[in-house]
């Protein structure tokens, strides 16, 4: 058996931060299975004549079944096909990785993992400011503001998210952020704590918003739209210190 599978981190939706590997995969492969956020202008860096085949699972929208996903990468693998999984930012973070990963092992199908930019990477970068601060935010941490039925995980660690000495990125959080945003004022974190949502980063309809996490909470209260979204708060959205945002 010939076939192989390289899983591929597209980055945050801008083909110019793909990767020289993510190139050179997408231009071997014989079929690229991708996610809805790395659609587009990174899938005319596939081989023509390639089988592109979507299998997106967007928060609210019927989408295919992780194990169909699973299942086409193994069937693809053992008619020796080179296959593409490509995800958004990197395939490591928050993309249901270790299911793919788990079928291939069991089906004896060998793959690697080429790194993408993380969205939240991506996003810092956009705005124009340093993840971390020398003095206010030695440590960073990226979490998920939803478990796999859409509802905000009842296991988040409330005390590490209420930390203002962190800089803090939830991932797909819009919609439970004022739920989790209650439960972290608990914990003591000030509801004027500076909040910036960064939606469809890298993208023509990228999107800056500067606020404080409640007032933001209030906003995705009543809207929260379809963009892809992140917010990021503590001390690396603080505004006045010489970091403002690029646009
Ligand atoms: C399934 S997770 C995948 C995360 C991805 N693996 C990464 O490293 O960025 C999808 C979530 O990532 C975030 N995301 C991905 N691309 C984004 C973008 N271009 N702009 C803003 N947020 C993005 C959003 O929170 C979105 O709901």
Do not use: W
């Not at 390639?50 to 992780?66: F, T, Y």
């Not at 952020?177 to 004022?185: A, D, I, R, V, Y």
């Amino acid at each position: 058996m010939t076939g192989f599978v390289s899983f591929v981190g597209s980055g945050p939706g801008d083909p110019e931060l793909l990767t020289l590997k993510a190139v050179d995969r997408l231009q071997r492969a014989d079929a690229v299975l991708f996610d809805d956020l790395s659609a587009g202008p990174i899938l005319e860096h596939a081989r023509a004549g390639a089988d592109l085949i979507g299998v997106g699972k967007r928060a609210g929208r019927a989408s295919p079944r992780q194990d169909h996903v699973s299942r086409l990468l193994v069937d693809y693998a053992k008619i020796d096909q080179r296959v593409v999984r490509l995800k958004s930012g990197d395939s490591g973070m928050f993309g249901r990785l270790e299911e793919e990963l788990t079928a291939l092992r069991e089906a004896g199908i060998p793959y690697e993992i080429i790194p993408g930019i993380p969205s939240a990477v991506a996003a810092a970068a956009a705005i124009g400011i340093p993840l971390t601060r020398r003095n206010t935010a030695r440590r960073v941490q990226f979490a998920t503001g939803h478990d796999v039925t859409g509802k905000l995980p009842g296991d988040v660690n409330l005390v590490a998210l209420a930390d203002p000495m962190a800089s803090t990125a939830i991932f797909m959080g819009k919609r439970t952020f004022p739920e989790l945003l209650e439960k972290l004022l608990a914990h003591g974190l000030p509801a004027d704590t500076p909040a910036i949502l960064a939606e469809d980063v890298s993208r023509p309809e990228q999107k800056i918003t500067r606020a404080t996490v409640s007032v933001l909470a209030e906003k995705l209260a009543q809207e929260v739209g379809s963009s892809a979204g992140l917010i990021l708060y503590g001390p690396l959205a603080e505004e006045g210190d010489g970091f403002e945002p690029n646009q």
